[in-house]
């Protein structure tokens, strides 16, 4: 049994029948089978109760009938004799009757055959009734009709103490019922066959239009904003279609915008990345000239040269990743595959640019990859460097090598002892202008360090992932397949 949020309970379908086709099949059989049964149960009960009315009232008046005329002019007291004569004239031919019985206040005096079903109760209702009554009664598997009434005689209906039963079975009666039943059985099974087609029949015309917003639901879901579904008829399905189509036209409407606005700013990044590429490298220029000169410089212009080229480095760097950024967004980036030891490749990032004493490696010698070394340099030299940034030393790089030479992947982890990352800030790491400390607005890095990575990665086909393990520190893994499909 399932109970809904109301508390309202509906009967748990079997697994084979929670399809909407399977539950309309069911209900129609349950609904039809019901009915069938219930009008096959009533016919059969007033049928049934008609013919037992039938034969009670003619065994019973054709009962009293021959006792009132055989016991007309009997004397009182009768003889045994007399009895006898009592009792075979009330048995023979009778209503297919299989005997009759007379008692007096004694017992048993005179009998017909098959007298047997002949109950106490029934002796007890004629005998302190003093009138007619009559009993259904079951003998070795045959019912039987047992009728018993007194012996009144004379005007004044004088009790005479003298008691006569007749046993007629109702063989004939209960073979009628068994055709009834049989007749009931045989037209629920044609009910139910029918009552599945027309499910089936109702449940494909209901169904129809329910698999074509699927496969519109569908369609539109990968992608394809043009689906539109034909409505047709003034029915809660033909509003349900105009609703689809109604949101599927406004969705079509939003994404075009939303397409054109996105297109725009990356246009616009790439064209202002572009356009600030030549002045800030003659400014970057300038400001090294000035830094070279800071040493003859006199009081703040010194440290004002300084900071000056430090800022234009930094707004440099901010350029280059954001043209980066919006190669990725465009499509455009492409790996120029190269074979390459992975360890030599990792000393090569670190020390290029001095990090080889404040870092420490883990890197097994043979291990080979296809790959853009341009790019995973820069995978790694961004891992580390927030590694060196934000944790605290010592700074671990370990490679591991995963699976075969040609399907297999590689593993390296870059991890260190500082406080790790914010679990507040995890599943956003890897988001563009992310930063470890929300509350600084300027750090060394222009916060896309992270999200370049993990780009040069996917282009790959791999992954990068962050946690924070139970030793402390924050640990990053970067996964690559040995044999990236080039794009």
Aim: net charge positive; aromatic share 4%; hydrophobic share 45%.
């Amino acid at each position: 049994m399932t109970v809904t949020a109301r508390g309202r309970w509906r009967p748990r379908l079997p697994l084979g029948a929670r399809g909407l086709r399977a539950r309309l099949v069911v209900v129609f059989v349950l609904l039809a089978g019901l009915s069938a049964l219930t009008a096959a149960g009533l016919v059969y009960r007033q049928a049934r109760d008609l013919m037992l009315s039938r034969t009670e009232w003619s065994v019973v008046n054709e009962f009293r009938l021959r006792v009132a005329t055989l016991t007309e002019n009997m004397q009182h007291p009768p003889d045994r004799a007399a009895l006898q004569r009592l009792a075979n004239g009330v048995a023979p031919a009778f209503l297919e009757a299989t005997g009759a019985a007379v008692y007096e206040d004694s017992g048993l005096i005179a009998s017909g055959d098959g007298t047997g079903p002949i109950t106490s109760a029934l002796r007890r209702s004629v005998a302190g009734g003093r009138r007619l009554a009559y009993q259904r009664v079951v003998s070795a598997d045959t019912p039987y009709l047992v009728v018993g009434t007194p012996v009144l005689l004379g005007r004044q209906r004088t009790p005479s103490g003298v008691e006569v039963y007749l046993v007629a079975p109702l063989g004939k009666e209960a073979a009628d019922q068994d055709a009834l039943v049989t007749a009931a059985w045989n037209g629920v099974l044609p009910v139910v066959a029918l009552a599945v087609l027309f499910a089936l029949l109702a449940a494909g015309g209901v169904l129809r239009p329910v698999r074509e917003l699927d496969r519109a639901a569908r369609r539109l879901g990968a992608g394809e904003l043009d689906t539109r579904l034909k409505a047709t008829g003034g029915d809660e399905l033909a509003r349900l279609v105009k609703t689809f189509n109604a949101t599927a036209a406004a969705l079509e409407s939003n994404v075009s915008e939303l397409r054109e606005m996105e297109v725009r700013a990356r246009r616009f990044v790439a064209d202002v990345s572009h356009e600030l590429r030549t002045p800030l490298a003659s400014i970057l220029a300038m400001a090294e000239m000035f830094e070279e000169e800071a040493g003859r410089l006199e009081g703040n212009l010194a440290q004002a040269a300084r900071l000056l080229n430090l800022e234009v480095g930094r707004l440099v760097r901010l350029v280059e990743d954001l043209m980066e950024i919006s190669r990725f967004d465009a499509g455009a980036a492409r790996l120029i595959l190269d074979d390459v030891d992975v360890a030599d490749a990792i000393r090569a990032c670190l020390r290029a640019r001095g990090w080889n004493a404040r870092v420490v490696l883990d890197l097994p010698p043979g291990v080979r990859i296809r790959m853009d070394p341009r790019r995973f340099d820069v995978i790694v030299a961004n891992l580390v460097g927030n590694a060196l940034r934000h944790g605290a030393p010592p700074v671990t790089v370990r490679l591991r090598a995963d699976g075969p030479r040609d399907t297999g992947h590689v593993l390296i982890e870059v991890q260190d002892a500082g406080q790790g990352v914010d679990p507040d800030l995890l599943p956003h790491v890897f988001d563009r202008f992310s930063k470890a400390d929300a509350a600084r607005t300027r750090s060394d890095g222009s916060g896309l360090g992270l999200s370049i990575a993990l780009e040069n990665a996917r282009l790959h086909g791999g992954s990068i992932g962050v946690a924070n393990p139970l030793g402390g520190g924050a640990l990053f893994r970067l996964t690559l397949p040995r044999h990236p499909e080039p794009r």
